[in-house]
């Protein structure tokens, strides 16, 4: 029992990093992938924050009254990894802008999928070409 | 100043990037680039100097001394890695100017000498840096910037490829992170050189080996090591040529060199290959990455994805070489690294200038340019000779070192199928080759011409540096040999 309500944090840990990398891999739109890899990387952060904790500690704030602190280091370490995540989801959304203005689409497979076309066309014109007397 | 050259190795560039929006003028920001890239250049080589005389350096910034405060560590290894890349991006950014002209819209060409720059900043924080957290924020700088500059290029497929890689490269960066929580958790500290003395002692929990296992996912990811190579072929050929040229000659370096720093110095030996059965696996992975990747490279139509998958392949004589963890099998992938980014870069540079004179690079575009490019022919056939490794080329020596260390291990199985690896090199490269020189050109592409100065200036560089280190491999050797001692401890 206390492997479960004694760690709880980190198995909420382990189901959110599986949830979201389920929607990462599972999922066609391409949005939706995205929410996927916030949630993924939530979890590593709650994971970080979770490790900085010490039982009975405060706030890493100095006051004389206070004998024990929470490990300030990881969460500064996670504000960092925040900021990136950020930056991130804000280039992946840039890019499923751009991908919608030139495919008309924001599926997976349908991007793919006229990816194919296109390079089947391709090499039809090829042959053509190559029947053609030179 | 001296003292301050590794902080310096990282500073340069990072200060130039945004510096260029100042001066607007494409053409200046293209020399600032230039000077600072060079700049980057002259500070590897002093300081790969200081460590061949002096020994190891530390930095300590801000003047916190380490395991406290960010420590960057400069050994042979480091400057020996932070000299391939600073190097080839000199090269590669002679070129730039000219073939981003014709690929990029001209309102683009700041930003994009802005993320070439960050780019670089990354990778040279990943090798100068001490501290395990820094790799994760610097692998990040330079991957975004990545991301974007391949998202530069005009196909439509180029914004896709990207963001494939986006959401591979982040879940491997994000397994990276993952792992470095795991090993802060175990240790209570983030210092490099103080995780190597601390590991060791909890070495045999199931955290460290589950963070060792998240990290060699996530680093294998941004290596592109068989079968997680999957982002790699599209996003280099559908990227701007010169952009190709950068990353093929240097990112999955960086990813190599992380590989070695944190198996080698952090883990330790006997954790990786003794513990855990490192050694097999990798093996397993090199050699198949060899043959799977060779054989799809001869039947590819674009000769883009044809040394595309051939750098997966070469990746694999890489993964190789580690997997013996012997120095001479060590010091071996450290050449294979310096040789093939000298190949990468003089094929795929080469491969910008065909597509700045012809438009395409597929295998139809090469009918007759044997005659009309002669200089970029040649150049291409040099360094596909050092792919396949014939003697008096780069690739040679390295793939030398490497059967030498196969079968100084009795490894003759190994030493074969290396050997072997490189006869299907012979039929990939060969048929580039009979295209160019046994085939008239094709009708309507009479009028091609020789590629301009900007590139044949530093594809020859790279070409002649193929040749070069083929014959006189002293330079070469003793650095790779001397970096690979100081990771096992060896006084070279």
Redesign the interface.
């Known amino acids: 029992m206390t492997m479960i309500l004694g760690l709880y944090n980190y198995w909420v840990v382990i189901v959110l990093m599986m949830i979201g990398f389920y929607m990462i891999i599972a999922h066609g739109n391409l949005i939706k992938k995205i929410v996927g890899l916030n949630i993924f990387q939530t979890s590593v952060f709650i994971f970080y924050i979770s490790v900085g904790n010490i039982e009975g500690g405060s706030a890493p704030i100095w006051d004389e009254s206070i004998i024990l602190y929470s490990n300030p280091l990881p969460h500064v370490l996670i504000l960092t990894a925040i900021v990136v995540g950020l930056a991130t989801t804000a280039l992946a959304l840039a890019l499923i802008v751009r991908l919608n203005e030139a495919y008309g689409s924001i599926n997976e497979d349908e991007i793919q999928a006229m990816d194919n076309q296109d390079m089947v066309n391709h090499s039809l014109s090829n042959q053509h070409r190559d029947q053609e007397p030179c | 100043m001296l003292a301050h050259l590794p902080i310096l190795q990282v500073i340069v560039p990072l200060m130039a990037a945004p510096a260029c929006l100042l001066l607007r003028r494409p053409k200046l920001v293209w020399l600032f680039t230039l000077l600072a890239s060079a700049l980057a250049f002259i500070i590897s080589i002093l300081l790969l100097q200081q460590v061949m005389i002096a020994g190891t350096i530390s930095y300590e910034l801000g003047g916190w001394s380490p395991p406290w405060g960010i420590e960057y560590r400069v050994d042979k290894l480091n400057a020996f890695i932070a000299i391939i890349i600073s190097g080839l991006s000199t090269l590669v950014l002679l070129a730039s100017r000219t073939s981003i002209e014709k690929e990029i819209s001209a309102d683009k060409h700041t930003l994009f000498y802005i993320l070439y720059l960050l780019s670089l900043t990354g990778m040279l924080g990943i090798v100068t840096t001490g501290d395990a957290?820094n790799v994760?924020?610097f692998l990040?700088i330079s991957s975004?910037s990545a991301?974007?500059l391949i998202?530069l290029g005009k196909d439509?497929?180029a914004?896709?490829s990207?963001?494939q890689y986006?959401?591979m490269g982040?879940?491997g960066a994000?397994f990276i992170?993952?792992a470095i929580?795991l090993m802060?958790?175990m240790t209570g500290t983030?210092n490099m050189a103080d995780l190597a003395t601390r590991l060791p002692e909890v070495a045999e929990t199931r955290t460290v080996i589950t963070a060792y296992a998240f990290f060699i996912v996530g680093v294998c990811l941004k290596l592109a090591l068989f079968p997680l190579h999957l982002w790699l072929p599209n996003a280099y050929v559908y990227a701007p040529s010169i952009v190709t040229a950068f990353f093929a000659a240097t990112s999955t370096k960086v990813a190599a060199y992380l590989l070695i720093r944190f198996t080698f110095s952090i883990f330790g030996l006997s954790f990786s290959f003794t513990t855990l059965p490192m050694g097999t696996l990798f093996l397993t992975l090199g050699l198949l990455g060899i043959f799977v990747a060779s054989t799809v490279a001869i039947y590819q139509?674009n000769i883009k994805h044809v040394f595309a998958y051939s750098s997966v392949a070469q990746t694999g004589y890489m993964i190789v070489g580690f997997s013996m963890a012997t120095t001479a099998g060590l010091s071996a992938m450290l050449l294979h690294m310096f040789n093939h980014a000298l190949m990468a870069g003089a094929l795929f540079l080469a491969l910008a200038a065909v597509t700045y004179r012809v438009g395409a690079t597929?295998i139809?575009d090469f009918q007759g340019l044997g005659r009309q490019m002669p200089f970029t022919m040649a150049a291409i056939v040099i360094g596909g000779l050092s792919v396949i490794g014939v003697p008096l080329t780069a690739g040679f020596v390295s793939k030398w070192h490497l059967v030498v260390a196969a079968i100084g291990k009795d490894w003759w199985v190994v030493a074969g199928l290396l050997l072997l690896g490189s006869l299907l090199a012979v039929i990939y490269v060969w048929r580039i080759v009979e295209t160019a020189y046994f085939k008239?050109p094709m009708?309507g592409k009479d009028s091609v011409e020789e590629a301009p100065m900007a590139f044949l200036f530093p594809i020859w560089i790279l070409a002649s540096a193929n040749v070069y280190f083929g014959i006189d491999t002293r330079l070469s050797v003793e650095t790779a040999t001397a970096a690979a001692k100081g990771l096992f401890g060896v006084a070279p």
Do not use: C, N, P
């Open positions: 957290f994760f924020v990040e975004l991301y974007s998202a439509r497929r914004i896709w990207s963001f986006l959401i982040t879940i994000t992170l993952i929580g802060y958790q983030l139509d597929k139809s008239a009708t």
